[in-house]
């Protein structure tokens, strides 16, 4: 059974904040996963009598499944956690992506340069490292790869402090390269980036089968239907790296979000907007949530626009965005198999335009009036 | 043009990086002239409305091989600029806990000219790692080099050596809050005060008996030698420049030309950094 929490509060990193502390603090922590109510219960026994409970509201959902194969990787490293922790750390804070450069003998690792501002003005750095500061070093043949660093260095501070070692494994630019760190009694993490494949087109995505979304949401009309999973990446070049899986993840649970407040309002608590208002204002505060704008969740904000405009318009037509998106929307359902790259942020604006410029005014558009549900608490009265 | 030095002792290392992490904060972007005896940082003033910098390091204690060919045998010299930020960065790594073995500087022609740095790390097996920085420089023609010469001594009406640097950078940082400027007077007898004046109220900071350098020509100033002599600077560009107590100057010397320029004289062993802050006339004294 899979969970997962909502990300719009990132209430989990709330509950385990001050980590240094929690050793002297916290004597006993239970974890408690309740099914009926959603949610989960992080039980923090502390000392002096000090009982702390964080209620963290979850989502069931599917998760994508990696398709990855350790053992079928062409090369593999193991190190130390230390030396490839040293190895980053010449390598600017600001750095997002280093292309990795085995040959039998040594290991270099340079800065990846975009061509984008000037290459000639960029620092480049280069670090080699011999095959025998290796625990185990099968490289064949030469090869280089190019993934995000930003990922391997949380995975770093990680594992550094626990000394374990981390396996590498990896095959040709653009397929996968797996990092793997294990505890054989405790845990094990993977790591699984995605690499730049050379030379390719924008355009052209593999695509990923579009899964269902179950469970809580087979009766939400908005997301009845395929939900359309848009490879993105954290990296500043989104376009050209295969799906980041951690990150796609994360973008259907965040748009799963927007249609279950919308339509369940008290599993989150939340009343049920009464007015278009409030349910753009909703929309503007996903936007300023610090999500990076992938087209699931633009997709999604556009289907809900285009049910917005049906259902409460009615049927009128004085928006210009529902005409645009639901046809957008059917040319989703024809191409469920393709999906597109991430289109640029200025298409967002373009579409809903009015709903960002200042002058908005909610009252103007056809069909506020219309009150679906009342105030629930009225203080009129 | 060649240029080729290397770098071996820790403590130059260190020394070196500090310095450059101090340049970094100072200005976006520096001048590097190379001499067969020295290397200078110069920060220029651009019209005198931004505090300039001028450094020099002994190039014979710093570096173990040095080997420089300028831009002819009459001007065997080279002026390269370039932004000290991401050497800074990058040199970040020479500070962290491991010891480096040796740094190497030179001048080379990757896809551009660059200054390359070659720094080379303690490792677990028999061959130490190479870490390789490629920072993009520009090359100063020679017809601009006479706008990085040395800057002549201001002709300053009061002389001091200022307390250790940390309290100054406390009380700054403290200041900073109230103002955007700080009016710094020194007189004849030793006594050194950081000022800020706003609105609500006025904070002064007094350090008494201090000592004056004796320079030559001072002596025979008739004035009152409880006179204050005054300038109001910038007081974010004062606070940077403290922040480089990490380069631990063994004295520090205030000029201050009435109305005109604070100059900052850094003595250590083998840097000297001078420091120009140009006043602002606020309309109050």
């Known amino acids: 059974m899979n969970y997962l929490l909502n990300q719009q509060q990132l209430a989990c990193l709330n509950a385990f904040k001050s980590i240094n502390n929690i050793d002297r603090i916290v004597e006993k922590c239970r974890l408690i996963i309740d099914p009926e109510e959603d949610r989960l219960a992080v039980n923090m026994m502390c000392r002096h009598g000090i009982h702390k409970t964080y209620n963290l509201s979850f989502i069931e959902c599917e998760t994508l499944q990696v398709v990855f194969d350790k053992n079928s990787c062409k090369y593999s490293i193991t190190s130390q956690s230390r030396v490839l922790y040293d190895a980053f750390i010449n390598f600017q804070a600001s750095q997002e992506e280093v292309t990795l450069s085995a040959t039998p003998l040594k290991m270099h690792i340079r800065n990846y340069v975009d061509d984008d501002p000037d290459p000639a003005k960029a620092i480049h750095t280069e670090l080699t490292l011999e095959a025998d500061e290796f625990d185990s070093y099968s490289i064949a043949h030469s090869c280089e790869v190019t993934f995000c660093l930003k990922e391997v260095r949380s995975l770093l501070s990680f594992s550094e402090p626990s000394n374990l070692p981390i396996c590498l494994h990896y095959s040709n630019p653009g397929s996968p390269i797996i990092f793997s760190v294990e505890n054989s009694s405790s845990f094990e993490a993977t790591f699984v980036l995605a690499t730049l494949s050379s030379g390719v087109d924008v355009s052209q995505q593999s695509s990923i089968k579009a899964p269902q979304i179950n469970g809580k949401m087979s009766n939400n009309t908005v997301v009845n239907g395929k939900t359309n999973c848009i490879p993105s990446s954290s990296s500043s070049s989104p376009n050209r790296f295969n799906s980041s899986k951690g990150n796609t993840f994360k973008r259907i649970s965040d748009s799963i979000d927007i249609n279950q407040s919308y339509s369940n309002p008290d599993l989150n608590n939340s009343r049920l907007p009464s007015s278009q208002e409030n349910i753009l204002l909703q929309m503007r505060n996903q936007r300023t949530n610090n999500l990076d704008q992938s087209v699931s969740s633009l997709q999604e904000t556009k289907r809900m626009k285009t049910s917005l405009g049906r259902t409460f318009s009615n049927g009128g037509t004085s928006q210009r965005e529902p005409g645009e998106s639901s046809s957008a929307l059917h040319e989703e359902e024809k191409e469920d198999d393709y999906i597109p790259g991430t289109p640029p942020a200025k298409r967002k604006r373009f579409f809903f335009k009015r709903c960002f410029e200042p002058t908005f005014d909610a009252n103007n558009i056809s069909g506020f009036s219309k009150i679906l549900a009342e105030d629930s608490d009225d203080d009129q009265q | ?218 002596t025979e100033r008739p004035e009152n030698v409880e006179d204050l002599h005054s300038a109001t600077v910038d007081i974010k560009k004062l606070a940077q420049f403290l922040q480089g107590d990490q380069v631990n100057p063994s004295r520090v010397i205030c000029n201050i030309h009435g109305g005109k320029t604070v100059h900052l004289f850094l003595l250590h062993d083998n840097i000297t950094l001078q420091y120009f802050l140009p006043a602002i006339n606020t309309g109050q004294i």
């Not at chain 2, 200054?115 to 390789?132: A, G, H, K």
């Not at chain 2, 017809?143 to 001594?153: D, N, V």
């Open chain 2, 1 to 218: 043009m060649k240029f080729r030095g290397k770098m071996i002792e820790n403590q130059c290392i260190r020394q070196f990086s500090q310095l450059v992490t101090l340049i970094a904060r100072l200005a976006k972007v520096c001048v590097i002239r190379i001499t067969s005896s020295k290397i200078y940082f110069i920060i220029s003033e651009m019209g005198g409305s931004n505090p300039g910098m001028w450094a020099e390091l002994e190039q014979g204690h710093f570096f173990n091989e040095f080997d420089m060919e300028g831009v002819s045998s009459e001007n065997n010299e080279i002026f390269l600029e370039l932004v000290p930020d991401k050497l800074a960065k990058s040199l970040n790594s020479l500070k962290s806990s491991q010891s480096t073995k040796s740094l190497k500087i030179k001048l080379t022609k990757k896809h551009s000219p660059c200054l390359t740095f070659e720094i080379e790390l303690p490792s677990l097996s028999s061959r130490s790692r190479l870490v390789v920085h490629d920072i993009p420089i520009t090359l100063i023609p020679r017809r601009l080099w006479h706008l990085y010469q040395e800057p002549a001594m201001p002709s300053y009406e009061a002389s001091i050596y200022l307390p250790p640097l940390k309290q100054l950078r406390h009380v700054v940082e403290r200041l900073k809050s109230l103002s955007a400027h700080a009016t710094l007077s020194a007189n004849h007898k030793g006594t050194f005060i950081i000022s800020v004046a706003t609105d609500t109220v006025d904070v002064s900071t007094y350090f008494k008996n201090l000592a004056m350098p004796a320079w030559g020509n001072n």
